[in-house]
Nanobody
Framework: QVQLVESGGGLVQAGASLRLSCAAS????????MGWFRQAPGQEREFVAA???????????YYEDSVKGRFTISRDNARSTVDLQMNSLKPEDTAVYYC????????????????WGKGTQVTVSS
């Protein structure tokens, strides 16, 4: 069983930066794909970013188009954490951000991730 805990959300103005962190349990963290998704009120949960584990295409990064060049996903396998550095934040980035993990999956589909954190709120004012 994998447990995930997100942190780092907050209220910021447009153009500011935030760094989200997700701490994961398990000794096999390095094998997993780690993903970030977000969900705004009344909206579907959408893919934000993902990073592959050593199980395939190690450390490959993937991003939703709207965050490319602004967000960076990274992982620290020694600490079993995955971060999402978010720069140049926009009001449309406002959402609850969720960390998720899968062994190997279609990285941008939420239904492929069996484990989820409870989310952290990111609010960007205009």
């Amino acid at each position: 069983q994998v447990q995930l805990v997100e942190s780092g959300g907050g209220l910021v103005q447009a153009g500011a930066s935030l760094r989200l962190s997700c701490a994961a349990s398990g000794r096999t963290f390095d094998l997993y794909t780690m993903g970030w998704f977000r969900q705004a009120p009344g909206q579907e949960r959408e893919f934000v970013a993902a990073i592959r584990g050593s199980g395939g295409s190690p450390d490959s990064h993937y991003y939703e188009d709207s965050v490319k060049g602004r967000f960076t996903i990274s992982r620290d396998n020694a600490r079993s954490t995955v971060d999402l550095q978010m720069n140049s934040l926009k009001p449309e980035d406002t959402a609850v951000y969720y960390c998720a993990v899968c062994a190997y999956c279609v990285i941008d589909r939420s239904n492929g991730y069996p484990y989820w954190g409870k989310g952290t709120q990111v609010t960007v004012s205009s």
